[in-house]
């Protein structure tokens, strides 16, 4: 679909259907939050960073990343994002590198490695 359409109607359509999708969902578990919690700020901007970065900007990065470099190679690197999230948590909330960790990650090293290396 790359080749024919460009990445922003790909993400339109995706989140349109996405989003239509979903809809008869609540008529089976209708929504009854307590509208309170969704004033409060830190709900309101976590909720904001998840639809704008976590979901509409990874997914056109996705999409860019596909026609740039190819099925493929951008399959096989999806599998770095463990690694992401370990640094990030690591510099961002402090954590330590355990064992069980440090294994995973060269494991994901090496199975990248490799895949890429047999193409």
């Keep these: 679909m790359s080749g024919r359409y460009p990445v922003s109607f790909i993400t339109r359509k995706v989140f349109f259907y996405g ?31 998840l639809a704008l970065i976590a979901s509409l900007v990874c997914f056109v990065a996705w999409n860019v990343a596909l026609k740039k470099i190819g099925v493929l190679h951008t ?15 690591m510099l961002i909330l402090g954590e330590g590198l355990t064992l069980c960790s440090a294994v995973g990650a060269v494991c994901i090293l090496c199975g990248v490695y490799w895949a890429e290396k047999r193409k």
Excluded at 26 to 31: D, E
Excluded at 75 to 89: F, H, M, Q
């Design 75 to 89: 399959s096989n690197y999806i599998y770095l994002s463990p690694l992401v999230t370990l640094g990030a948590s």
């Design 19 to 49: 989003v239509l999708t979903i809809l008869p969902l609540f008529a089976v578990f209708p929504f009854r939050q307590n509208t309170a919690i969704l004033c409060r700020p830190e709900v309101w901007s976590n909720l904001l960073f």
